[in-house]
T-cell receptor, first 113, second 114 residues
Framework: KQEVTQIPAALSVPEGENLVLNCSFTDSAIYNLQWFRQDPGKGLTSLLL?????REQTSGRLNASLDKSSGRSTLYIAASQPGDSATYLCAARSSGGYNKLIFGAGTRLAVHP | NAGVMQNPRHLVRRRGQEARLRCSPMKGHSHVYWYRQLPEEGLKFMVY????????ESGMPKERFSAEFPKEGPSILRIQQVVRGDSAAYFC????????????FGSGTRLTVV
C-alpha cells in the first residue's frame, strides 16, 4: 500500500529564499509523481509531472526531482515570492491499486515580504 | 478547452438530506476520480470511474455514498442522509486513458451540513 509523506508540514521564510520541499513514498513501483499547489479554499493546480523514467522536471522557478530507488522527490523553489504562499502537495501514481494518485498531507508555505 | 467543471461550488444541506455533486471531465478524458478533503486534512481517494463502470471504490464509505459516470452526462457523487461529518471539500479529477498523463482537478464542491 502506497503511503506518501511530506516534510516539513509548514514553512515560513522571508522573500527571496531558495526552498526545498520534500516528499517520500513507500512503494517505488510508481508510474509518475505529480506536484500540485493549493491556495486556501481553492482547487489544485498542477505544477510539475515527473515520469518514473525521468530524474527531474523544470518550470520557471520550480524544479522537481525524482529518485525512485530511494522513494524521494523534492520540489525546489528559487527566489521565493509572497505569491508562492500556498500549500504544496505531492502525489504518487502507483503501478498497483488501479493507478490512482495517492497524496501526501502537504507543506504549507508562507513567504513574507 | 474548458477544464474539469464541478458544480455546485458550494452546497448547504440539512442533516438527513441528499447531496448531489456533479463533475464534467476535460474533453478527451475518459477517467474520473473523486477525492475528499476534510478540514485541515489531506486529499483522500474515494472512487475511480470510467464511462458506465466503477473501477475502484475502495475509498468510498460503504453506506450512503454512491458514484456514477453514465454514458452521457457528468459524473455524479451522491451522498444520502448527510451527517455533519460529511462536511468537506469534494474534488473531482480527470485524466486521459494513458498513465503518462497527470490528473487535472476541478475547483471542488464545498459541502456544509447544518
Amino acid at each position: 500500500k502506497q503511503e506518501v509523506t511530506q516534510i516539513p508540514a509548514a514553512l515560513s521564510v522571508p522573500e527571496g529564499e531558495n526552498l526545498v520541499l520534500n516528499c517520500s513514498f513507500t512503494d517505488s513501483a510508481i508510474y509518475n509523481l505529480q506536484w500540485f499547489r493549493q491556495d486556501p479554499g481553492k482547487g489544485l493546480t498542477s505544477l510539475l509531472l515527473i515520469q518514473s523514467s525521468q530524474r527531474e522536471q523544470t518550470s520557471g522557478r520550480l524544479n522537481a526531482s525524482l529518485d525512485k530507488s530511494s522513494g524521494r522527490s523534492t520540489l525546489y523553489i528559487a527566489a521565493s515570492q509572497p505569491g508562492d504562499s500556498a500549500t504544496y502537495l505531492c502525489a504518487a501514481r502507483s503501478s498497483g491499486g488501479y493507478n490512482k494518485l495517492i497524496f501526501g498531507a502537504g507543506t504549507r508555505l508562507a513567504v513574507h515580504p | 478547452n474548458a477544464g474539469v467543471m464541478q458544480n455546485p461550488r458550494h452546497l448547504v444541506r440539512r442533516r438527513g438530506q441528499e447531496a448531489r455533486l456533479r463533475c464534467s471531465p476535460m474533453k478527451g478524458h475518459s477517467h474520473v476520480y473523486w477525492y475528499r478533503q476534510l478540514p485541515e486534512e489531506g486529499l483522500k481517494f474515494m472512487v475511480y470511474l470510467q464511462k458506465e463502470n466503477i473501477i475502484d471504490e475502495s475509498g468510498m464509505p460503504k453506506e450512503r455514498f454512491s458514484a456514477e459516470f453514465p454514458k452521457e452526462g457528468p459524473s455524479i457523487l451522491r451522498i444520502q442522509q448527510v451527517v455533519r461529518g460529511d462536511s468537506a471539500a469534494y474534488f473531482c479529477a480527470s485524466s486521459p486513458p494513458s498513465i503518462n498523463y497527470g490528473y487535472t482537478f476541478g475547483s471542488g464542491t464545498r459541502l456544509t451540513v447544518v
